[in-house]
């Protein structure tokens, strides 16, 4: 993650990433979601094919990802969905507001990963979000509102295929209705910090094996792999990544100066 974008996400409370994707490799991933599609699989992604478990650490993706919840990410959530021609949106909402006692404006409790596999065709369906609301406080009301696009100050992302959304599970957001004749097909991946709830489909004996296979993906999947009991709740952490305690970062000068115009400690 550059400076730029780590502003740009603190500010916004999403990001923009394009060209993580090989058109070999998006085809690949066409065929995995397609096979899945057909087995009734897309909230069962660990189990039908490999790529998905791999894509959990997309190389560049997931760099950013770690940069933003910190060492102790974790997967809590994935699934593929594909949303249909002429088809509704999906109205305005904050993925974290059922989570109660937490200062969500100051905080980072999960990162939503939306993976365009097709290009979102005029009038199709684009994900749709308030830029800075994830610093709104909590008990602020959506606007009394008709339909998505009438919320104020909305900006719509726009993205084509192999371009990944990462979004602030607090930033206000939206999907618009599906105006065209193509069907569009995304991959949703959530994470959250380690000692957060997973709500993943049990994994399969192979699906295990190859999720134990790293140190990053055990982590990601939750997997015991020698982790001591002590430690699995709290301690684990991602390797081979810079340090990074996640943001937002906020730095406090020390009590005996604050007020004296002093910078930051």
């Not at 192999?162 to 991959?187: D, E, H």
């Not at 399969?204 to 140190?215: F, I, L, N, R």
């Amino acid at each position: 993650m550059t400076e730029a974008q780590r502003m740009d996400y603190e500010a916004q409370g999403y990001l923009v990433v394009e060209g993580g994707f090989a058109p070999d490799a998006l085809k690949r991933a066409h065929a995995a979601f397609d096979g899945a599609e057909a087995s009734g699989g897309l909230e069962d992604l660990p189990n039908r094919d490999d790529l998905f478990i791999h894509l959990a650490e997309h190389p560049i993706f997931f760099s950013m990802i770690h940069r933003i919840v910190g060492d102790d990410v974790q997967l809590r959530s994935l699934r593929g969905v594909r949303v249909t021609p002429v088809s509704a949106g999906r109205g305005w909402r904050r993925e974290v507001a059922g989570l109660v006692g937490v200062h969500h404006p100051a905080s980072t409790f999960s990162v939503q990963m939306s993976l365009y596999l097709d290009d979102a065709p005029e009038e199709g369906a684009c994900i749709a979000v308030v830029p800075g609301s994830h610093r709104f406080k909590s008990d602020l009301p959506f606007p009394d509102i008709t339909t998505i696009e009438d919320m104020p100050h909305h900006v719509v992302l726009r993205a084509k295929a192999g371009t990944a959304i990462l979004l602030n599970g607090n930033l206000w957001q939206a999907r618009t209705r599906n105006r065209s004749s193509a069907s569009q097909r995304f991959l949703e991946y959530t994470y959250v910090h380690c000692w957060m709830r997973q709500v993943l489909p049990p994994l399969s004996p192979h699906a295990t094996e190859v999720a134990s296979s790293a140190h990053n993906l055990s982590q990601l999947f939750g997997i015991r792999t020698g982790v001591p009991d002590s430690k699995w709740y709290w301690g684990r952490r991602v390797e081979g990544y810079p340090s990074s305690a996640g943001l937002p970062e906020r730095q406090f000068s020390a009590l005996k100066v604050v007020g004296r115009g002093t910078p930051n400690a």
